[in-house]
Structure formats: C-alpha cells, structure tokens
C-alpha cells in the first residue's frame, strides 16, 4: 500500500499543448517495512 500526496502545477502551452509538473513525498508499507520515498513527474499533453 501506498499513500504519496502530490502537490502540481500545470500550465497551457497552447491551446492543444500542456505542460505539468508535481512533486510529492509519501509512506509505502511492503513486506512489513515502513519505507519513506519521495516522487516527481513531469507531463506533457494534447487536448483534442
């Protein structure tokens, strides 16, 4: 089980293109650890 909330920002490019990042830091709980992780991602989209 996972729990990483993220907080992002995302911007138009154009009027099809968008760019969004976000950056979070969260618990993950796997074979009885309690392990701490950190998670970013950067997107890119195209609105039809």
Known sequence: ???TPTF????????HFNLEFSCGYGL???NNMLI???MSSMRVGYVF
């Open 1 to 3: 089980m996972t729990f």
């Open 8 to 15: 992002g920002i995302r911007r138009n490019i154009t009027s």
């Open 28 to 30: 993950s709980y796997l």
């Open 36 to 38: 701490s992780e950190a």
